[in-house]
């Protein structure tokens, strides 16, 4: 999984051309993985000023507006991709725009067993 991080202060530093070239080269790359069958899913997320948080204390569920913690970055969206090896999935992360911008973090997924669904 590519976990995509952005943050608001290097998206708004940004020119309308910039942030067309940045949405441009994701489509690109998509269509690229979505090619050699390396895709499997993916989506943005919502500003973090949407998000709800959820604790569960002494049995009760708490719930928080905003996001969990003060943050510069934030999570914006994840990629899966099913490839070979963890050096194309490294070199797929790179290529993902906002690895120039604020940072893409790849992390496998863990197989659950015990878990049928």
Do not use: N
Not at 32 to 58: C, K, M, N, Q, T
Not at 69 to 80: R, S, W
Request: net charge negative.
């Amino acid at each position: 999984m590519m976990l995509i991080y952005s943050s608001p202060a290097t998206w708004d530093a940004l020119s309308q051309e910039e942030r067309d070239q940045l949405e441009r080269d994701h489509a690109e790359l998509y269509r690229e993985l979505v090619r050699s069958g390396e895709w499997v899913g993916g989506h943005a997320l919502a500003d973090p000023s949407r998000s709800i948080g959820v604790r569960v204390r002494g049995g009760v569920p708490i719930t928080s507006d905003g996001p969990y913690a003060e943050i510069k970055e934030h999570l914006a969206g994840y990629d899966v991709v099913d490839c070979d090896s963890l050096e194309r999935a490294l070199e797929i992360a790179a290529r993902i725009p906002d690895a120039a911008l604020c940072g893409v973090e790849v992390r496998p997924i863990m197989e659950v067993t015990g878990m049928e669904m």
